[in-house]
């Protein structure tokens, strides 16, 4: 009788561990493009920046950052998230903004990631300019915003 020859037997730690290796390569893969796409596409990446913002003319806690142009890729608009009352996109070109969606954005420690460019949607004008360097947001849910950088 002849005797068949038999290939050796990887133990299941073996088998287990090239998945792992190509799930390893595939997720260091994608974090590396992720971290190339956030750096080099400023046009959907904003970072924090100080201003005082007011909801029905007393102090507010907000969160505000802005993108910055580089190299005519992103246009100077800020991003306002003033919790319980709304978030907003500032453009200061055009002097005018525009409510935003929580499906438009990710909010992260460092700053904000938008999904499609900063500067599409339809702006509108704000209430009239009381001071300087001001945006006076006609009321949403109830509440008049005013942001002063």
Known sequence: MRSASVAPRETVGEMAKHPFKLIAGLFSLALIAGVIWLIYAPAHWLTPFTGTVTVDEHPAQADLYIGHPTNSE?????FVHVPG???????????????ASSKEFVRFKRGVWTFA?????????????????EFHLPPTNGHTVTVQF
């Open 74 to 78: 992103a246009e100077a608009i800020a």
């Open 85 to 99: 009352v709304g978030d907003y996109f500032l453009d200061f070109d055009q002097e005018k903004y525009r409510e």
């Open 117 to 133: 460019p900063m500067n599409e949607g339809r702006f509108v004008p704000p209430l009239p300019f009381r001071g300087i360097n």
